[in-house]
């Protein structure tokens, strides 16, 4: 059964600190890992990651994927109260179906 | 404002109601899908519209009828529903591109049914 993990589910940090979200997967055909930010409704997209090894960076978020070891990682630097969200990993497989993670609740404190 | 948009936005229905959730995109993407998410659990995968053709999750109860007229259009038709289907139904919308292309799907703010 495909599956993705995600850990930790709960994590709470300081204004300033640097966080690392993690995700591992087992699914049948590959085709694209995704990253989303949940706040109070739905999701919003913030990576899309297909290779492995290349980076993505969007201001202090940064994300890298692992397609020989299936997990994907996404680092937040100086983290501020309003990266407080749910950060869901999703697997996107070839024919359209899509299997997210359960989410990793950050909370930022001030 | 995502290009997602979705109405209702809140629902209240008892068990004995026949009611449909609208979602329609202006993307133009070609692919659609309906999502619930319950509390506590990951996203779940009801149903996919890829070029108006339809691809399901099979534990989906039959009481979800899913609609799909067009491509910028998608309904989630609702019949003899139970408390536990109580949740946020997300719709959304991405460009399925040719095998090997990248894709991404847009969210719209989701409807929150509550049943009674």
């Known amino acids: 059964e495909d599956k993705v993990v995600q850990s930790p589910l709960s994590l709470v940090v300081h204004e300033g600190d640097t966080v690392t979200l993690n995700c591992s997967y087992e699914?049948?055909?590959?085709?694209?890992l995704l990253w989303y930010k949940q706040e109070k409704k739905a999701p919003t997209f913030l990576f899309m990651l297909?290779?492995?090894?290349i980076e993505k960076k969007s201001g202090r978020l940064s994300s890298i994927l692992d397609k020989k070891e299936l997990f994907s990682i996404l680092n937040i630097t100086a983290t501020q109260t309003g990266d407080s969200a749910v950060y869901l990993c999703?697997?996107?497989?070839?024919?359209?179906?899509?299997?997210f993670g359960p989410g990793t609740r950050l909370s930022v404190l001030p | 404002e995502t290009g997602v948009t979705q109405t209702p936005r809140h629902l209240v229905m008892g068990m004995t109601n026949k009611k449909s959730l609208k979602c329609e995109q202006h993307?133009?993407?070609?692919?659609m899908y309906w999502y619930k998410q319950s509390a506590k659990k990951p996203l779940e995968l009801m149903f996919v519209?890829?070029?108006?053709?339809?691809?399901e999750n099979n534990s989906v109860p039959s009481r979800f009828s899913p609609e799909c007229p067009n491509s910028s259009h998608l309904f989630l038709h609702l019949h003899t529903l139970q408390p536990e289907d109580s949740a946020l139904y997300l719709c959304?919308?991405?460009?399925?591109?040719?095998?090997?292309?990248?894709?991404?799907?847009?969210f719209g703010p989701g409807t929150r049914l509550t049943v009674t």
């Open positions: 959304a919308s991405s460009q399925d591109r040719s095998l090997g292309d990248s894709y991404e799907q847009y």
């Open positions: 297909t290779s492995s090894g």
């Open positions: 993307l133009g993407h070609n692919a």
């Open positions: 999703a697997v996107g497989e070839y024919g359209q179906n899509f299997v």
């Open positions: 519209y890829s070029l108006e053709e339809r691809v």
């Open positions: 699914v049948t055909n590959f085709r694209s």
